[in-house]
């Protein structure tokens, strides 16, 4: 059983509150196909997050696992050879990114939830 400190809380809640606009960003990515500043603006916000993530004991192995189908996701849509169409490959990865998306953001409400049980 991992102990949690407030601070742990606190980070965990601008986590998850991160997940969700970037989770927004990257559904915006998806429908202009490939927008660099776009991507630029979501790679910053998830480095930001991995950072911030590095924290959180219970968030290692999921955040790392977020990581690679993010790597698996960007790497599918850079070599669309259409980029006015998404093709299952993409729609595949993006499904798995949103899973692992919300597994890390349960997690992260663990945190919160510990927080407010210790109060």
Partial sequence: MFSHSPEQAAIARQIAQELTAYEDGLRELL???????LYRALSDRF???????????????????????????????WTLSSPSRING??????????????EVRRKCHEYVAKERVDL
Avoid: C, N, Y
Wanted: net charge positive; hydrophobic share 50%.
């Fill in 31 to 37: 429908l202009r196909r490939w927008d660099p500043e």
């Fill in 89 to 102: 490959k993409v729609v595949a990865f993006h499904a798995k990114h949103t899973v692992l998306v919300e």
């Fill in 47 to 77: 480095d930001r997050m991995q950072m911030q993530a590095t924290l959180l004991p219970k968030l290692g192995a999921s955040w790392t696992e977020l990581l690679i189908s993010r790597v698996d996701l960007m790497h599918a849509l």
